[in-house]
C-alpha cells in the first residue's frame, strides 16, 4: 500500500507569512495525526482528526495555526502568521481505526528566517 | 503530567556489544508504551509496542511500572541499528494519541 504522502517537503518563508502543509494519508485510514518536530525534540501533537472531525487540537496554537481535514482524507495545516520558532518539521501520521500502529510521512521542513 | 524522557542524546557502542537505551515515563493511570525508529532518509515507523511482548529485529522492551521504565535493549548491536529511537506513551486508552521522548541516537560503531 501507498505510505503517507505530504508535500512540500521543504519550504523557505520570512516570518510574518503564511505557509500550508498537504497530507495524504493511507488509504481506509480514519484517524490523522499532525504533529511539529523542533531540532531536538521528539514530536508533538498538534491535532487528531477521526474522519472529518476533530478529537484533539488543545496543543494547536490557534491563533496562528488553522487545520481542516475535508471529506475525512487529506488535510492542509496552515501557518498564518509564520514566526520564527515555527521552524520545525511538520509530520502527517495515519492510523486504521482497528490498529494501534500510527504510519508518519516523511514530514515537511519548514524554515522561517 | 504526563512525560516521556530518554536521558541520553547520544549512545555509542561497539558492533556485537549490548545496548540499552533508556526510556522513563509519568503517568498516572496505566500508559501503553511503543519504541519507534527512524533509519536514516526514512520516516518514523514502529519498532515495539509493550503489550505484544514481541523482540523485532533482536530488540525487546519490557514495562516496568514500578520503576516506571520502558527501556529497549538488544543482546549484540549490529551497524544496521544505526538511527534514532523514540519512546512514546499512549494515555487514554484507545485514543494513541503519542507523547514522544526528545529520542536517543544510537551509533554502532564497527
Known amino acids: 500500500e501507498a505510505g503517507v504522502a505530504q508535500s512540500p517537503r521543504y519550504k523557505i518563508i520570512e516570518k510574518r507569512q503564511s505557509v500550508a502543509f498537504w497530507c495524504n494519508p493511507i488509504s481506509g485510514h480514519a484517524t490523522l495525526y499532525w504533529y511539529q518536530q523542533i531540532l531536538g525534540q521528539g514530536p508533538k501533537l498538534l491535532i487528531q482528526?477521526?474522519?472529518?472531525?476533530?478529537?484533539?487540537d488543545s496543543q494547536l496554537p490557534k491563533d496562528r495555526f488553522s487545520a481542516e481535514r475535508l471529506k475525512g482524507v487529506d488535510s492542509t495545516l496552515k501557518i498564518q502568521p509564520a514566526k520564527l520558532e515555527d521552524s520545525a518539521v511538520y509530520l502527517c501520521?495515519?492510523?486504521?481505526?482497528?490498529?494501534?500502529?500510527?504510519?508518519f510521512g516523511p514530514g515537511t521542513r519548514l524554515t522561517v528566517t | 503530567a504526563q512525560r516521556v524522557t530518554q536521558p541520553e542524546k547520544l549512545l555509542s557502542v561497539f558492533k556485537g556489544a549490548p545496548v540499552e537505551l533508556k526510556c522513563n515515563y509519568s503517568?498516572?493511570?496505566?500508559?501503553?508504551l511503543f519504541w519507534y525508529v527512524q533509519y536514516s532518509r526514512q520516516r518514523l515507523q514502529l519498532l515495539l509496542r509493550h503489550i505484544s511482548r514481541e523482540s523485532i529485529k533482536g530488540f525487546t522492551a519490557d514495562l516496568n511500572k514500578g520503576e516506571t521504565s520502558f527501556h529497549l535493549k538488544k543482546p549484540f548491536a549490529q551497524e544496521e541499528d544505526s538511527a534514532m529511537y523514540y519512546c512514546?506513551?499512549?494515555?487514554?486508552?484507545?485514543?494513541?494519541?503519542?507523547?514522544f521522548g526528545t529520542g536517543t541516537r544510537l551509533k554502532v560503531l564497527a
Open positions: 482528526f477521526q474522519n472529518n472531525g476533530v478529537v484533539d
Open positions: 501520521a495515519s492510523r486504521r481505526s482497528s490498529s494501534y500502529e500510527q504510519y
Open positions: 512514546a506513551l499512549s494515555g487514554a486508552p484507545g485514543t494513541y494519541k503519542y507523547i
Open positions: 503517568y498516572s493511570g496505566s500508559p501503553e
